[in-house]
């Protein structure tokens, strides 16, 4: 009996070795699936973008014919898209426009989110679910709506707004998605700090500025990221309110270079390279804000 238990005891260790053995082979096969996918996926978005960075210095003949890396640099085609492009105008108007958008855009949606998150009103679900909606819209359909709306502004206003910053700003100033995320952003700060802010006599607004808002840079710079981006690559929207390049921002300046450049294709990736090159700038430095922002704000997968 001892020697058929030990026996036993030896079939089944030796079982488990190779169920634990095949599960291990398993995973480690997913694994390496899985790292394949994702580099995949890396080259399929660094491909286009290398392309377009190399092609900016190359010359026409390299750049039309099958050259992956130029053999000489011509830093002379950033220096020729810039003064043919106009682009410092252009890049001045999106400078503004997006400063003015993104200061907008932190006091409508903080105040907006806070609200939300924090105070109770009456249809305050329902409300919050009509903004929600609002993100199935396309975009498009809200351009004419908002074209009358800001021709009629214009007209009983004091200044135009037609081909002036008003009706390049104001119509991005609240941003449904923004408030989204900094409503989910407000909704995880402990209630204990509101009542601690109450017994010192603070009411709301002292409590948004003096609290929540220093414990919400992460979420606040991921805002500022995201219409950053909208407001600088915006194109359809500028070109339908504006019919000059008095403040017309820099996609429109690319836009006009690229159909001026023709088959100059080494320009037109030049032109690109220095419309995108500030994105990119704002990221690198506020990468880690960004990430913690998304990672806390309950849109994490």
């Known amino acids: 009996m001892a ?3 030990k026996a036993d005891s030896a079939f089944v260790g030796s079982a488990v070795s190779v ?9 480690n096969v997913w694994i390496w699936f899985s790292y394949a996918v994702l580099i995949a996926g890396i080259a399929l978005a660094i491909v286009p973008f290398f392309w377009m960075v ?8 390299e750049a039309t014919g099958r050259t992956v890396i130029p053999s000489s640099p011509q830093w002379s085609n950033y220096v020729t898209a810039w003064v043919d492009g106009r682009f410092s105008k252009y890049f001045f108007n999106s400078v503004q426009v997006t400063a003015i958008t993104l200061v907008g855009q932190l006091a409508f949606c903080t105040l907006a989110a806070y609200a939300f998150a924090s105070m109770e009103f009456p249809a305050k679900n329902f409300l919050f679910s009509l903004l929600l909606a609002t993100l199935m819209l396309p975009e498009a359909v809200t351009w004419i709506p908002n074209f009358i709306t800001v021709t009629w502004l214009g007209r009983i206003g004091p200044i135009p707004w037609i081909n002036n910053w008003p009706a390049l700003t104001v119509p991005f100033m609240a941003s449904a998605f923004n408030i989204f995320l900094l409503r989910q952003f407000f909704a995880q700060i402990p209630k204990d700090l509101w009542d601690s802010a109450q017994i010192d006599g603070a009411g709301h607004l002292r409590y948004l500025v003096q609290i929540v808002l220093p414990i919400s840079r992460a979420a606040l710079t991921t805002v500022l990221i995201f219409g950053f981006v909208g407001s600088w690559n915006a194109l359809a929207w500028p070109m339908l309110v504006t019919n ?13 270079f690229l ?6 294709i080494q320009l037109q990736m030049a032109g690109a390279v220095i419309t995108l090159l500030p994105i990119l ?12 922002g998304i990672a806390t704000s309950g849109l994490k997968g």
């Open 281 to 292: 700038i704002i990221y690198l430095f506020a990468q880690k804000q960004f990430t913690e």
């Open 3 to 5: 020697s058929t238990s």
């Open 259 to 264: 159909d001026e450049a023709g088959a100059h």
């Open 244 to 256: 000059s390049d008095a403040w017309r921002p820099i996609s429109a300046g690319l836009q006009h």
């Open 19 to 27: 169920v634990g053995s095949r599960k291990t082979r398993y995973v």
């Open 54 to 61: 190399s092609s900016s210095f190359m010359t026409l003949g």
